[in-house]
């Protein structure tokens, strides 16, 4: 018996060996979900945004036949609110000034001022004399401020969303940066920060020629400002009137109630078209009659922008107005809908002849899909309820790899369409391993 002990620990060995070696064979083919730390999440996002950076506007990720549609505006872009996705344009690129849709950035600014707790919708704010109604430029849109009134940011945001008041954006102005000048700088700033190369200020009402902007540039504004100030529809974009002054607004030596000053909403839209919440009209001479419209219907939303819009006078211009806005969200409602896509359950992929045996990954992006109806007999959320995600992975990948490389893909099809493929990236890397590493993951690899 003693002279077969060594052969015995030899085979026991071995036995042991094969069976942890085919364990180790099965971890690879089967890898649990590798978990991520905060410093490698936050490394990945970095990557992620560099190497595969999401734009506030570009076009669909699939091909589709331009729109023969009739829109009086010169200019004009239709894009889905939730996806940036552009799905109608006519002279994107033209450079015109915004007109009164300048007070929507004047907002923007105010609500990030919020935002900071520096300044809220209550305070009380002082009036300048600029910003008086007797010193406005002649025929100016106005909210009618006058000396000695108090009015709260609250109110002023609802001249300038409802009234457009020209004399509000002076007023706003002086109060957020002390001057119009330093407040017309933060407002470029900001343009700047956004990427908006063409769109610049010289003041904030509108009132001026030489504001300047782009279609493009100002549905990607605006579709930033709807994400990040989503409350502001209800809260001023929507309402379809404003009374100013009133009472508690006037100074004691003035409690004249007839001063009281009844102005509907210059958007036209508001009440008309179905979902429509906002946002913002414009018109100077040199800009023609402008519109930055919006409205949402179950889960899809849709900006447009139309400028250069014809007309003579008020009447006319908003009558051209309210067909194109009416045109363009009712041919988008018909056509598209915004698909929110489910959540990609955390993966992980076996890796060969690393120093790791696995690596997380994950889509490249996660906004939401523009989905069209392909058929006649189908309407957009029913194309949306349709998509199905089909996921390709290897069952295997070499070592090295580097946080971001592709790894796999994630597509969205409606029936034999492949709308968009999303690429699977790695969150980590992952180096090579030692020799016998590599060595064993050559063996591992003849058993997969």
């Known amino acids: 018996m003693k002279k077969f002990l060594p052969i015995i620990i030899i085979v026991s060995c071995l036995a042991l060996g094969c069976g942890s070696f085919f364990l180790y064979v099965d971890g690879l083919k089967n890898p649990s979900y ?3 730390s905060q410093d490698e999440l936050v490394a990945f996002q970095q990557v992620k945004n ?22 009086h505006s010169g200019a004009a872009i239709l894009i889905d609110a939730a996806t940036g996705s552009i799905l109608y344009e006519k002279n994107a690129d ?64 609802l001249g300038l969303a409802v009234a457009s008041g020209n004399d509000a954006a002076v007023a706003v102005a002086h109060y957020v940066s002390g001057s119009v000048d330093k407040f017309i700088e933060r407002m470029n700033h900001e343009m700047e920060i956004l990427g908006l190369e063409k769109t610049r200020f010289v003041e904030p009402s509108g009132y001026s020629e030489l504001n300047l902007t782009t279609p493009r540039e100002f549905a990607a504004f605006a579709r930033v400002y709807l994400a990040r100030y989503p409350e502001s529809l209800e809260a ?19 409690q ?4 009281a000053i009844f102005q509907q909403s210059t958007n036209k839209l508001l009440g008309v078209l179905p979902g429509c919440d906002g946002l913002k009209t414009g018109f100077i001479y040199e800009s023609g009659y402008n519109l930055s419209l919006t409205a949402q219907r179950g889960k899809t939303r849709f900006i447009s922008i139309t400028m250069k819009g014809p007309g003579i006078g008020s009447v006319e211009g908003n009558r051209y107005r309210v067909a194109d806005g009416t045109t363009l969200m009712e041919w988008a409602f018909s056509c598209f809908a915004t698909h929110f896509k489910q959540a990609i359950k955390p993966m992980s992929v076996p890796v060969l002849g690393g120093g790791k045996n696995k690596v997380s990954v994950a889509p490249a992006h996660t906004t939401p899909l523009t989905v069209p109806a392909l058929f006649k007999e ?47 990236i790695a969150v980590t890397s992952v180096e090579k391993g030692n020799g016998f590493k590599q060595l064993v993951d050559k063996l591992a690899l003849k058993f997969f």
């Open 236 to 254: 001023f974009h929507s309402q379809p009137s404003i009374t100013y002054p009133q009472e508690h607004n006037l100074p004691e030596w003035h």
């Open 256 to 259: 004249d109630k007839e001063q």
């Open 94 to 157: 033209a450079v015109i000034p915004p007109a009164s849709m300048t007070k929507l950035v004047v907002m923007y600014v105010v609500f990030q001022e919020i935002a900071t707790g520096r300044i809220s919708l209550d305070d009380v704010v002082p009036l300048p004399p600029e910003s008086w109604a007797v010193n406005a430029p002649p025929q100016s849109s106005l909210m009618f401020l006058a000396e000695g009134q108090t009015v709260t940011l609250r109110e002023l945001l």
């Open 34 to 36: 590798a978990e991520i």
């Open 378 to 424: 189908q309407s957009p959320s029913m194309a949306a309820s349709a998509i199905t995600t089909q996921i390709s992975i290897p069952a295997y990948v070499h070592a090295p790899l580097q946080t971001g490389d592709v790894v796999g893909k994630v597509a969205y099809v409606l029936g034999d369409v492949v709308l968009e493929e999303v690429p699977l």
């Open 50 to 71: 560099t190497l595969y950076p999401q734009y506030i506007v570009s076009a669909l990720p699939y091909p589709v036949t331009p729109a023969d549609l009739t829109v």
